[in-house]
């Protein structure tokens, strides 16, 4: 009776689950998992990448855009090392992935031997599952349990595997178990629902902050908005939700959101979480009655006190509400809120009007805004390209994904490929600043191997700006912070892509019209100014006192200002 290898199996069942393709690069001890891979590319695509740490970062960013299962291999010691920081991003971002990660061979473990590193320990806090594979026969159950958890979970799902354990015969049913899960409705007790609307009622205030967890749930969102007269702020992660220009949408919060949320959340009387575990207490209200909605229990009250938690699925719980709760009249609060916003529309509009040079990063924004399509996929990178594109780029129905908990720089470019691989006739940028994709910008001849058409705008200012602002708010001199950057339009070129070079404002428009006309990837290289402080919607009086620090450290070492007499 022919028998086949645990390795082709293991191809099988990943096919039975969806998976059609794998990032990672080929070695030593996960070949006898790539030979059975190479067998089905017909069916599961092998990306290859340039550094294991992108394969991570690619297959999060599926996860997060498409909410199927990421997945990613490497060999055992440095490259499962290098797979780490993305499985963090997964981690924190929830997103659900599988790593593959090879080891030495079974006779071999605890010899020390070449490359031997204890894998199971190395991935223990960023698992929701985590196990070491011992015998062919139990590949296929251990497999279904990890993906069925990274499911369950919302997390990441570790399998170590003994390179020579993918080449024993296995019978295909042996140990047999489901490859599906199954999804569950939750919904709040009903007397927490009772308690809830008993506050709304008497909210005069409301304000609503929205997250991730809403996503999915925007009908039920803007009608429970409708119905209480609350404006809704949007967590970082929770870009998009709404669009930005609805009526009831006063953007972000915190140090990149805007000055209406601020001022909103002064005020508010009632707050009404929504699928957020909004990490910044210090924005949200200090006195007011709080409402906390959100599927896992675990994360109601985290961080701040709240009132009344409903576990409970986002859409179902607040159609509930509306459905239970008067629609109320007064719209006092409200207005002012969006009179508040279109004020602030007016200062932004501005600011990315402004045609000087070096070429302000919002005028950069303004530019992707007029040609990015309503569809389009914008994988934004960390740091002050962050600020620019939450507060100045007005969602539509546009998918925006970033590394939001772990805020981990070089996430821009991974996300893109994965995003153009997802949704291969959608436009896909990927928008950088300079210092994020230098640290993974190897992989852009990734795309170029795959003929992914992404374009790649990268804000090019020779710094690490945020890092900078942050040591200036501080009242420190600037330090470490300078970038000796290539060309990237060139780069663009060498790597078989399409560069573009921007310095004048009026060549915006024209570049990103014919980078998303080529049928390559292309990388806009722009050159903004290194001096535009993302400076925050509300500027505390210790930031202005740090900033003026900082001023008088840099003159006295300028020269400018005779140092006082000791």
Known sequence: MFRKTAGEVLMELLIEWGVDHIYGMPGDSINSIIEPLRKVQNKIKFIQVRHEENGALAAASYAKLTGKLGVCTAIAGPGAIHLLNGLYDAKLDKAPVLAIAGQVESDLLGTDFFQEVKLERLFEDVAVYN??????????????????????????????????????????HHRETSSFFVKSRILPEDLDLHKAKEIITKAEKPVILAGKGAQGAKESLLGFAECIGSPIVLSLPGKGVIPDEHPYCLGGLGLIGTKPAYEAMKEADTLIMVGTSFPFTGFLPNESNTIHIDTDASQIGKRSPVDVGLAGDAGETMTWLSKHLDHKNNRSFLHQCQDNMNTWWEKLDHKANDDSVPIKPQRVVKALQQIASDNAVLSVDVGNVTVWMA??????????????????????????????????????????????????????????????????????????????????????????????????????????????????????????????????PCIIDVVVDANEAPLPAKITFGQATGYAKHMFKELFEEGKIDKPPL
Not at 132 to 148: D, F, G, K, T
Not at 411 to 438: M, N, R, S
Request: aromatic fraction near 8%; proline fraction near 5%; include cysteine.
């Open 131 to 172: 196990q070491r594979v011992m015998s062919a026969e139990q590949l296929p159950a251990v497999l279904n349990q990890a993906i069925r958890t990274a499911y369950t979970k919302k997390g990441v799902a570790v399998l170590t595997i003994p390179d020579d354990i993918p080449k024993f015969e296995v019978e295909r």
């Open 391 to 520: 507060r100045h780029f007005r969602m539509t129905n546009q998918q925006f994904i970033i590394s939001s908990w772990l805020a981990t720089l070089g996430c821009g470019l991974p996300g893109a490929i994965a995003g153009k691989i997802a949704y291969p006739d959608k436009q896909v940028f990927a928008i950088c600043g300079d210092g994020g994709f230098q640290m993974t910008m190897n992989d852009f001849v990734t795309a170029v191997k795959y003929n992914l058409p992404i374009v790649v705008i990268v804000l090019n200012n020779h710094k690490i700006a945020m890092i900078k602002f942050e040591q200036e708010v501080m009242g420190n001199a600037e330090f470490g912070t300078n970038l000796q950057n290539p060309n990237y339009a060139r780069y663009a070129d060498i790597c078989g892509g399409i560069g573009y070079r921007v310095e004048k404002p009026n060549e915006l428009v024209p570049a990103l019209q014919q980078a998303i006309s080529q049928n390559k």
